[in-house]
């Protein structure tokens, strides 16, 4: 059994973490936390961090004690800067929580890239894992909205590079501006990206801990991460109704079933192909022809098979890029971006209008 | 030694056949056994004196008497082994003499059977020592009372006296005579000259006897007939005898009425008759005074059942030892008056309220107040299982069950509450 250990911080990583533990009841009622049992395959151990205490209280899912809060009035405001000193102020506090749950054999730690506290804590968290433990580090990184604003594009940008030089094992990208196509409100847009994400986890956790007709390992997964430029990200496809499986394979590579836009045949340096099933769909021939066409434009797949009675055709795919076209459309608005911040700061340095102004009523007193 | 033998044989072969043809003759053995001379064996009023034993001739002469006659009926000599038989009211007693014996007094062991013994009384059956001239003999006293009044038309408040008078006119004594005069309705007891005679014997040789003789005054018009003097009795031996009555010497009384009444009409009703268990039902006591007179120190107990419950009332009624009581000092003559209470019906059941009455008042003849008590009960109430009764009708495990599980569903909501609350 993996010892598995999941880290959500800030308001975006709590959600998804809330997701998770969410949909490890297999139950979708507000209710099951009352009368059924998480299950998880793995010792899996999850921990939400955050500065801004009503993110955590607003998490349903997630026991208390697996909620920190780090003291910080509420939040950072979108400020990495003061994010990494409060993270250096607490960091103890954290590792000691962590330390205290036992030894892991791989941990995840979603963030989002654009906010205060995730963007901020993630890098550092990292560091530190690398410095203290052994085990593989990957961060699920969610990437913002593209007209969410500057301060996010440029926190997004500095994020990313930061975690890259943290020392992760792996940054597995989700993007919500690709993910946008979802529609609906806002809410259940950022609803329906959580789950998105929650489910093609939980289905990785349970892959990777699972007996295989065709076995995909968490060694298997470290090699497919370790592969291309540190960049990764995950497709999905979970069949409604009787299909061929090579047609299940063909979606979850689809951007309809991808977290991050990218032309899979083109950037994908590495792959993990995931199955899950009734043995009636798991025709080897489909699966064989699909995986041999992938790894043609990839290199190197790995796949695994299991087989579920009754169940529909599932398709998980791990892909780690080497290149990342959608990043650096990401990098040239966040550039756009910083400069933008720059030269406004520039401006109000340098004109000092609203001093001019008040410099106007120097040595005077009011009269009443 | 042989001729002995012989002998002995004989005489018990003898002996057997004479019991043999005693038992076979006459049915009912009455009497077996010896009894001295001079003594006797009395069958009701016949006596059957052993007037003279001769051991030496093996006989004994028997005389039998009928009644307390000197002379005797029947009189026989029965030789040992020999028998004599007589009636007696139509039956057959057969006397035989089976031994005799000699002493300072002679004996002679009798057999005495009957046919049917059927009209024998038993206090009169059995041996008389002295015989027939001791005999207790039953005898049949015949009472006649008379009641008499010194006038038979009167107007009201005329004073009457009344005789009453006994006599035996039977053939034998009646002891332990005791006599009853009723209290006479429509007349006041004004003197009672002579008292309560008590337990007292009437002899046939006694006079004519005056057992009560008082003076009774007429409150109210009319023509009555007097109640009877009875007296119940015995004869000398025991025996009772139907009760004796006198006659009903009859009065007519002219004018209007002294006698004054209060009638209180009480009477109590609920208003439902079937009510479901835990229900309240409301009941009613009304109170009528229907007489000519007032009434005082009217008090009306209202008994509740076990299984209803008092629950409250009208301001007139007091709980008292825990019994609703209405009381009021006066009533008036046409007075009427509603109260009324409320039930619960506590437990299933069928019931009845009864309401225990009393009051006084005066007639206006009597200076003592007259006292009237009386009792109504209303229909029966059903009291039928309420509306939640079947929910604890069934055994605790029933309830206890599903409140441990609840609890222990509770228990665990509470524990992840506790482990998800932030």
């Not at chain 2, 109170?287 to 107990?301: E, F, L, M, Y």
Request: aromatic share 8%; proline share 3%.
């Amino acid at each position: 059994m993996l010892n598995i250990l999941i880290i959500g911080n800030g308001q975006c990583g709590n959600r998804i973490l809330d997701a998770i533990n969410r949909e490890a009841f297999g139950k979708k009622s507000r209710f099951a936390k009352f009368y059924s049992q998480q299950k998880y395959k793995s010792n899996v151990q999850t921990i939400a961090i955050n500065t801004a205490i009503n993110d955590l209280k607003e998490m349903k899912f997630t026991k208390a004690k697996d909620r920190i809060h780090i003291p910080h009035l509420h939040g950072v405001g979108a400020n990495r800067n003061v994010g990494k000193h409060v993270f250096e102020d607490n960091k103890a506090n954290i590792l000691k929580q962590v330390e205290e749950r036992g030894n892991f054999d791989v941990a995840f730690i979603l963030t989002s890239a654009s906010g205060g506290t995730g963007s901020s804590f993630t890098p550092l968290l990292v560091k530190e894992f690398k410095q203290k433990f052994d085990f593989p580090v990957y961060a699920l990184v969610v990437l913002p909205f593209r007209e969410e604003g500057t301060l996010y594009l440029q926190n997004a940008a500095f994020c990313l590079r930061d975690i890259r030089e943290s020392g992760a094992d792996g940054i597995i990208l989700a993007d919500n501006q690709f993910l946008k196509q979802m529609g609906g409100n806002v809410e259940s847009a950022y609803n329906g990206i959580n789950d998105m994400i929650a489910r093609r986890l939980l289905f990785l956790m349970d892959a990777l801990d699972s007996e295989m007709m065709m076995v995909t390992d968490l060694g298997d997964f470290k090699t497919v991460m370790s592969g291309g430029a540190g960049l990764a990200t995950i497709g999905f496809y979970e069949a409604d109704s009787e299909m061929p499986i090579k047609n299940a394979i063909r979606e979850s590579l689809s951007p309809s079933g991808l977290l991050f836009s990218t032309n899979v045949y083109e950037e994908a340096s590495r792959s993990m192909v995931i199955i899950k099933g009734d043995r009636k769909y798991l025709s080897i021939d489909d699966i064989s022809s699909e995986v041999e066409k992938l790894s043609s434009s990839v290199g190197h797949v790995f796949k695994g098979i299991i087989v579920r009675n009754e169940e529909l055709p599932q398709v998980l795919t791990v892909l780690t890029l080497e290149s990342a076209s959608e990043l650096e459309n990401l990098y040239s608005i966040a550039v756009d971006a910083i400069n933008y911040e720059k030269q406004k700061k520039d401006r109000v340095n340098n004109d000092k209008e609203v001093d001019r102004a008040f410099s106007q009523i120097d040595g005077m007193d009011p009269s009443y | 030694m042989v001729h002995f033998g012989k002998t002995l044989t004989l005489a018990s072969l003898f002996l057997f056949l004479m019991l043999i043809s005693v038992g076979g003759a006459s049915g009912k053995i009455l009497y077996n056994d010896t009894i001295e001379q001079g003594d006797g064996f009395q069958i009701n009023d016949y006596v059957i004196d052993v007037a003279e034993v001769f051991p030496g001739q093996d006989s004994v002469i028997i005389q039998v008497y009928e009644g307390d006659t000197k002379d005797p009926k029947y009189d026989k000599l029965i030789s040992v082994g020999g028998s004599y038989k007589f009636k007696i009211e139509g039956e057959d007693v057969e006397i035989t003499a089976i031994s005799v014996h000699s002493g300072v007094v002679p004996r002679a062991k009798l057999a005495i059977t009957i046919t049917d013994d059927d009209f024998i009384n038993s206090k009169t059956l059995g041996v008389v020592n002295g015989g027939h001239s001791e005999a207790e003999l039953s005898s049949t006293p015949v009472l006649a009372i008379s009641k008499s009044v010194d006038k038979s038309n009167i107007n009201v408040g005329d004073i009457i006296r009344v005789t009453v008078t006994v006599e035996n006119t039977g053939d034998g004594d009646a002891h332990d005579v005791i006599f009853s005069d009723p209290n006479q309705e429509r007349f006041i007891l004004i003197d009672d000259i002579l008292g309560s005679p008590g337990r007292i014997d009437v002899s046939t040789s006694d006079a004519v006897k005056k057992i009560y003789v008082y003076d009774l005054k007429a409150t109210e018009a009319g023509t009555f007939s007097l109640n009877p003097t009875t007296a119940i009795f015995t004869n000398s031996v025991g025996d009772s005898f139907p009760q004796a009555s006198s006659n009903r010497p009859a009065v007519t009384v002219s004018g209007s009425s002294l006698m004054k009444n209060a009638t209180l009409d009480v009477t109590m009703e609920v208003d439902r008759y079937t009510i479901d268990r835990n229900k309240d039902l409301q009941g009613t006591v009304r109170i009528k005074n229907t007489g000519n007179a007032p009434a005082s120190a009217v008090t009306v107990g209202i008994i509740v059942p076990e299984g209803l419950e008092y629950v409250s009332g009208d301001s007139g009624i007091e709980e008292i030892s825990g019994v609703p009581t209405i009381y009021m000092e006066s009533f008036g003559v046409q007075q009427e008056k509603e109260i009324i209470f409320k039930l619960k019906a506590a437990e299933e059941g069928t019931y009845t309220l009864s309401a225990d009455s009393s009051y006084l008042f005066s007639n206006g003849v009597d200076s003592e107040m007259q006292e009237v008590s009386s009792s109504t009960v209303t229909k029966s109430v059903y009291v039928t299982k309420g509306k939640y009764d079947h929910l604890f009708e069934q055994p605790i495990y029933v309830y206890l069950i599903p409140l441990l599980l609840i609890g222990v569903i509770a228990s665990w909501v509470y524990h992840r509450h506790k482990q998800y609350k932030f």
